[in-house]
T-cell receptor, first 117, second 115 residues
């Protein structure tokens, strides 16, 4: 697609429930990143994929968080047993370094606002 | 230690004036990249400008320029001729190493442009 698409745009869930957040990157972008942004803070790295594999998952806060990218395109961030502290905007970005410096930046999606009540 | 430090939580600038947003960084990797992103109230993150650690000249992109002082580890963003639409949060960020590595963001500066 033309941009990075994230669905849903908003998700309200009850504490303890399971949620899935979806990211559809720019076509052809091999790198895909998940970030989490809490209110008033900068984005915080969670995980990045190079193709189908997770190249760096050091930012996942605990084992309730998991992400997959089975075909090297769409990715799903999965959160089990949600807690109120998981409430944040979850941002997805994709990247390609095929061309010049302007392409060294990520293209972000609009994010999914997750609220755990 | 913080990898990216933005010491200005908020800034005001008069329309049509220039403004500098401060950013210092900390890394021992000789290869790194520095970025600035804009986040309007709508929430999307917009890539503005990039500076590589080996670049000899400061990056420029339209009204945006990056004042890169390597020895001081600073990468300030200069916005010339501010416009009302520049009101937003601005984040400085760094990628250590080359390629696709993760980017670390600062806490941001909220810029408000006054008519």
């Amino acid at each position: 697609g033309a941009g990075v698409s994230q669905t849903p745009s908003n998700k309200v869930t009850e504490k303890g429930k399971y949620v899935e957040l979806r990211c559809d990157p720019i076509s052809g972008h091999t790198a895909l990143y998940w970030y989490r942004q809490s209110l008033g803070q900068g984005p915080e790295f969670l995980i990045y994929f190079q193709g189908t594999g997770a190249a760096d998952d050091s930012g996942l806060p605990n084992d309730r968080f998991f992400a997959v990218r089975p075909e090297g395109s769409v990715s799903t961030l999965k959160i089990q047993r949600t807690e109120r502290g998981d409430s944040a905007v979850y941002l997805c970005a994709s990247s390609s370094f095929d061309r010049g410096p302007m392409d060294y930046g990520y293209t972000f999606g609009s994010g999914t606002r997750l609220t755990v009540v | 230690a913080q990898k990216i430090t933005q010491t200005q939580p908020g800034m005001f600038v008069q329309e049509k004036e220039a403004v500098t947003l401060d950013c210092t960084y900390d890394t021992s990797d000789p290869s790194y990249g520095l970025f600035w992103y804009k986040q309007p109230s709508s929430g999307e993150m917009i890539f503005l400008i990039y500076q590589g650690s080996y670049d000899q000249q400061n990056a420029t992109e339209g009204r945006y320029s990056l004042n890169f002082q390597k020895a001081r580890k600073s990468a300030n963003l200069v916005i010339s001729a501010s416009q009302l639409g520049d009101s937003a949060m601005y984040f400085c960020a760094m990628r250590e190493g080359g390629g696709y590595q993760k980017v670390t963001f600062g806490t941001g500066t909220k810029l408000q442009v006054i008519p």
